[in-house]
């Protein structure tokens, strides 16, 4: 299983790998440092700079001259507000994105002009319409120009993120930037408020007028569900000329497709100097492909990295322009400093978040969707009773269990800040409870106190029926099996031994997954072995 985010070498040549014993000294360095970020741990950075400076490696491949502007291009945020701070080591987050832009700005003096692809919330759950409008609403205030829209918009759908977003963002009947771009809607403009085929950074100080227009591509428009969207394939020309009719000296395509069909988008429009397609793959590619003089960019997902272009003036007759890029891993050596909290807007944004989280529609988190447990497909009465009920009988796991981390897990989301509030989002909760996705699991905690943490029956399932002596299934071997399918079985083989590790490990990943415990089975077990961090839990009964 591939790991993101734990290892910082990634192939590129400006990561390099980290021995053991040289990763131990970082993070002991950092934790001395005090460079811990939310408060929750510590661990080693991508960086070899002091925090506060860009690693100096970043931009050496860079002309020792001032660019005339540089784009910063990001996408594909899936949802990914702000690192939950599960794994010391975790990338991305709309906090350390304005820092990032910050810093670039005041070390550099350089002129950003940014722009995102779209896919900005997540495909599905009760938040994504909120997470689109607070993502927007924090892109505003990194001073982003404009923003496409994805498969992930029109899941919203796209009308409702406009009519939460773009409709109220305007000054005097006009929109104001990030402007929301769906280029080649074939809907005429007034079925679709707010969204706009072209956007412009002015220019000044020999600083030339950027536009940009959006296209989705086939690959994309094939996704969309939404009967009210229709998708004009063959839009470019217009769109390009619409930029050309409005004087953009630098234009851009964010482009809702593939690389394949950027290329091809870029090879009939050979004007576009700069596009910015999707990346199929998490990890975006070090370097940017180029067509012609057409840098094709790609940045990975979750917002955790953003692509940097460097516009300096050209030295060739007829080229006014080169271009430079860089690749940069927005890691915690970028969230804001102790102390500076007050000087990060997105901080007092993600706070309002969590509040409207907590409040809102009369408050998220009893819009989560509860299914069936397996164990209720087969017994429908069962029921979660909580880890109290199980303790008579069986004290050694329960006093396992009671020192483990599981069985503190809802004060951790109690006690997060940056922000807080985090024991009311269901997005954080769904692991740090009981049952929360079953029937009669977890809900609040008025209703459901006794379902807070990680119990007993987040790994064994719902146990009504079988702590009820009276109840004549109680030790069913049906029921037993499905209260643990992980037990070993007599004769087992080798294969077989395999294949039931395999399960567990699947299992304890539901919430152990890769972006919320990044070192996760790493370094990888061997096939047959159960999961390196099972013996910190492990409750078998010692005396069998
Ligand atoms: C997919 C499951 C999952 C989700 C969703 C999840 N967590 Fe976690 N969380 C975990 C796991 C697993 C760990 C333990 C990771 C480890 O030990 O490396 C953890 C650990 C933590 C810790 C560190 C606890 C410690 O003892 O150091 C914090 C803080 C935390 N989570 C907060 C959050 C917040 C806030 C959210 C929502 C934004 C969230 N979690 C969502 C699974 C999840
Ligand atoms: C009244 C006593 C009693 C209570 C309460 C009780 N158990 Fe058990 N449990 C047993 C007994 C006895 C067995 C052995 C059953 C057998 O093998 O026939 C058992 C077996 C199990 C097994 C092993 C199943 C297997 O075949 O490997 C699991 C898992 C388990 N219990 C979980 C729980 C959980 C979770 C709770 C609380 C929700 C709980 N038990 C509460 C008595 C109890
Ligand atoms: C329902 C979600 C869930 C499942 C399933 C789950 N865990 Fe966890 N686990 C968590 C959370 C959440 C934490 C962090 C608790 C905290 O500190 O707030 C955690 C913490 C731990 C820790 C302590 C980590 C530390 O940093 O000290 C270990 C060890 C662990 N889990 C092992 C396992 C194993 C092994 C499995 C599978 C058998 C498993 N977990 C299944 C949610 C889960
Ligand atoms: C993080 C997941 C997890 C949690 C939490 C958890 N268990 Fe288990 N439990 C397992 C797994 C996995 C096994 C072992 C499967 C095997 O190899 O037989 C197991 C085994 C058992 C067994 C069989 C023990 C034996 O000696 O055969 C019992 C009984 C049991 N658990 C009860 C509990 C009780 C009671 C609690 C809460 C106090 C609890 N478990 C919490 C995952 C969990």
């Known amino acids: 299983m591939v790991k993101e985010d734990q290892d910082p070498g990634h192939g590129g040549n400006h990561h390099r790998k980290r021995t053991a014993g040289h990763r131990a000294m970082v993070v002991l360095f950092l934790c001395i440092a005090g460079l811990l970020w939310y408060g929750i741990g510590c661990g080693p950075q991508f960086g070899d700079g002091p925090a506060g400076k860009s690693p100096s490696r970043l931009f050496h491949d860079w002309p020792n001259r001032k660019p005339v502007f540089v784009l910063l291009l990001s996408g594909q945020q899936y949802g990914y507000l702000q690192p939950c701070g599960c794994s010391p080591i975790q990338y991305g987050g709309l906090e350390r994105r304005f820092n990032v832009i910050q810093q670039l700005k005041k070390e550099h003096g350089w002129h950003l002009v940014a722009l ?77 408020p707010g969204a706009e085929t072209v956007a412009f950074r002015e220019g000044a100080n020999g600083i030339p007028k950027i536009g940009v227009t959006s296209m989705v591509a086939p690959s994309v428009a094939q996704t969309i569900k939404d009967p009210t969207v229709k998708i004009d394939s063959d839009a470019l020309p217009r769109l390009f000329k619409e930029l050309q009719n409005k004087k953009a000296e630098f234009k851009v395509l964010l482009c809702q497709g593939t690389e394949q069909e950027a290329k091809q988008y870029a090879t009939a429009h ?73 000087a990060n807007p997105i901080l007092a944004l993600m706070e ?121 299934n109680w030790r069913k071997r049906q029921l037993l099996e499905l209260m643990n399918p992980y037990k070993t079985p007599p ?37 047959g072995e159960p999961p390196a961090r099972w013996p910190e839990i492990n409750h078998m009964n010692p005396k069998e």
Not at 122 to 147: C, F, H, I, N
Not at 317 to 334: A, D, F
Not at 495 to 506: A, P, S, V
């Open 352 to 472: 309002e978040y969590a509040q409207k989280v907590k409040n809102d529609n009369g408050g998220y988190l009893q819009h989560f969707a509860q299914t069936k447990h397996p164990i209720q497909i087969q017994f429908p009465d069962a029921k979660y009773v909580g880890s109290e009920a199980c303790k008579k009988c069986h004290e050694h796991a329960y006093d396992v269990w009671k020192k483990s981390k599981h069985a503190h897990a809802f004060n951790t989301l109690v006690t997060a800040t940056r922000p807080s509030l985090r024991q009311f989002d269901g997005e954080c909760v769904v692991c740090h409870v009981t049952g929360f996705e079953y029937l009669t699991g977890y809900r609040n905690e008025q209703a459901t106190p006794n379902l807070k943490d990680v119990g007993c029956e987040s790994c064994h399932g719902p146990g009504s029926i079988h702590v009820d002596k009276k109840n004549p």
């Open 270 to 342: 050979p004007d576009f100097r700069v596009v910015l397609h999707l990346s199929l793959e998490e990890e975006p590619p070090e370097r940017p492909a180029m067509v012609g003089n057409t840098m094709l960019v790609s940045v990975g997902h979750k917002g955790r990295y953003v692509g940097l272009v460097g516009v300096f003036p050209g030295n060739q007759p007829g080229q006014p322009y080169e271009l430079y890029y860089q690749l940069m891993k927005i890691g915690p050596e970028y969230k804001t400093p102790p102390g500076q909290d007050a």
């Open 491 to 527: 004769d087992e083989t080798a294969k077989q031994k395999e294949q039931r590790m395999l399960k567990l490990h699947i299992f304890c990943q539901h919430c152990h997954d890769t972006d919320n415990d990044v070192g996760w089975n790493n370094p990888p077990v061997k096939p």
């Open 116 to 192: 995102d692809l779209g896919d900005i919330p997540q495909p599905r759950g009760p938040q994504k319409l909120l997470k689109y409008v607070t993502s927007m609403e924090a892109l505003k205030r990194l001073d982003y120009t404009a923003v496409g829209v994805g498969e992930n918009e029109f899941m919203l759908p796209l009308i409702e993120g406009l009519a939460n977003f773009s409709l109220n963002n305007q000054v005097n009947d006009v929109f104001q930037p990030p402007h929301v771009l769906a280029g080649n809607l074939l809907q005429p403009k007034n079925e679709f």
